[in-house]
């Protein structure tokens, strides 16, 4: 839909690509140099048990199967199974996915995948996109970048970004204009820290929360409250109140001087 919508050039081919995948090579999955996808978020529509019986064995190997209520990660699975060697996947995909099941008590069949690509080294990034961009949903959507061959320099590495107030307001939906699209971009590539913006986060500390992939979590974007004391402010009070009747006082004798009455405050 997006390739007719953007009149790009491609092969299109009509099937149900989780059970019945239409780019085939050698009776296993065709393998690409990139993959840009935006699938159906927290699909539920598909048999737990497709997976396990999976042909291309997708899943079995990458982490386990999602569950029936989601299938955000059984799609990431699916496109890294895509990949060849050197290749690299954007897949935009709901927020959630970055962090349910961490923190909480016992296993969860989503978390035990993101731990796998997290200990495989194949997620080079994740960027919190703004709210209300897209059309079916006002929440906000993230896109995850995996590298079956990362930069040594990013090796045992994450790099986080928080865009998510990267937008300008939309009529009916907001937009990110070309300039925040640069910025996040080249953010990206640098691969450095930038205050309330980017942090790049080792495995170690993704481990210490628990798999934990959403860039919220580990950026901190609102400005730091000043908290002064009670009597200084008071003492300021004080002082504005001073300087109000002094001109008070001024304002009185200027309004007299020229015949009015004052009424003062």
């Known amino acids: 839909m997006n390739m007719v919508l953007h009149d790009m050039e491609g092969e299109i081919a009509r099937g149900n690509t989780m059970t019945n995948p239409k780019f085939i090579e050698d009776s296993g999955l065709k393998?690409?140099?990139?993959?840009?996808?935006?699938?159906?978020?927290?699909?539920?529509?598909f048999d737990p048990a497709s997976y396990e019986n999976d042909p291309f064995e997708r899943f079995t190997s990458r982490g386990g199967f999602a569950p029936a209520s989601s299938a955000d990660w059984a799609w990431l699975q699916h496109v890294l199974a895509s990949l060849n060697e050197n290749g690299r996947a954007?897949?935009?995909?709901?927020?959630?996915?970055?962090?349910?099941?961490?923190g909480s008590q016992g296993e969860n069949k989503e978390k035990a995948i993101r731990r796998w690509f997290v200990e495989q080294g194949v997620v080079e990034g994740v960027i919190l996109l703004p709210d209300n961009l897209f059309y079916n949903t006002t929440a906000a959507g993230i896109i995850i970048a995996l590298n079956r061959n990362k930069p040594k320099e990013r090796?045992?590495?994450?790099?986080?970004?928080?865009?998510?107030?990267?937008?300008?307001?939309?009529?009916?939906?907001?937009?990110?204009?070309?300039?925040?699209?640069?910025?996040?971009?080249?953010?990206?590539?640098?691969?450095?820290d930038v205050e309330r913006f980017v942090k790049l986060v080792s495995i170690e500390e993704i481990v210490k929360n628990d798999y934990n992939l959403s860039p919220s979590r580990y950026i901190e974007t609102?400005?730091?409250?000043?908290?002064?004391?009670?009597?200084?402010?008071?003492?300021?009070?004080?002082?504005?109140?001073?300087?109000?009747?002094r001109l008070d006082g001024e304002l009185k004798e200027i309004f007299t001087g020229l015949g009015y009455k004052w009424g003062g405050s």
């Open 155 to 192: 090796t045992g590495k994450v790099i986080l970004i928080n865009a998510s107030s990267e937008f300008q307001k939309g009529r009916p939906k907001n937009f990110i204009p070309d300039t925040s699209i640069h910025k996040i971009a080249e953010a990206f590539h640098a691969g450095k």
């Open 90 to 102: 954007a897949i935009v995909i709901d927020t959630g996915a970055a962090s349910r099941g961490s």
């Open 222 to 245: 609102s400005v730091a409250i000043e908290h002064r004391d009670v009597q200084t402010l008071l003492d300021e009070l004080a002082k504005l109140d001073v300087e109000a009747r």
């Open 31 to 45: 393998r690409f140099d990139i993959v840009v996808t935006n699938p159906l978020w927290n699909q539920n529509n």
